[in-house]
């Protein structure tokens, strides 16, 4: 257990994360619990992801949003041979860190083609990719979230 990570604390954490009325703690909260390679493991915050996803449509930051559906596409799945690729496509240098990219935005072609790169992936596997991705999200992520 990390020096502030007794398990109210992450309780605590958790709730922030996606129920708070306000995107700085909201963001704080996340960024903390990234930090706890532990946190994840709890039954509690199984559900976790699917909220974080749902908040994308709430009024949080783009930095925030795109921790978000990094971090949602790095806890589903993690057995899929397109998770790693996943979880880069929402961060600016393809690495699965920030900066991040709004996933309300659309996402290039161009930077596309750099997670397929940087994740070793065929032409195939990029369109794979991208076709789970928005079928997961609701919206295509070369065209952007449109309301």
């Keep these: 257990t990390r020096w502030?990570?007794?398990?109210?604390?992450?309780q605590l954490l958790r709730q922030r994360a996606v129920e708070d009325e306000s995107w700085q703690p909201r963001s704080k909260s996340l960024e903390l619990l990234a930090?706890?390679?532990?946190?994840a493991e709890h039954p509690e915050t199984l559900a976790l992801p699917e909220r974080i996803k749902e908040s994308i449509h709430t009024t949080e930051t783009p930095?925030?949003?795109?921790?978000?559906?990094c971090h949602y596409f790095r806890s589903v799945n993690s057995s899929d041979p397109l998770a790693d690729a996943k979880q880069r496509v929402f961060s600016q240098d393809?690495?699965?860190?920030?900066?991040?990219?709004?996933?309300?935005e659309p996402v290039s072609d161009e930077h596309l083609?750099?997670?397929a790169r940087v994740a070793d992936l065929s032409d195939e596997q990029r369109e794979a990719m991208v076709e789970q991705m928005n079928a997961a999200l609701g919206w295509d992520i070369r065209i952007g979230l449109t309301e």
């Design 4 to 10: 502030w990570a007794d398990e109210d604390t992450r």
């Design 35 to 39: 930090g706890d390679e532990r946190w």
């Design 63 to 69: 930095q925030t949003r795109g921790w978000a559906a």
């Design 94 to 104: 393809a690495d699965g860190i920030g900066p991040y990219l709004d996933p309300r």
């Design 113 to 115: 083609a750099k997670v």
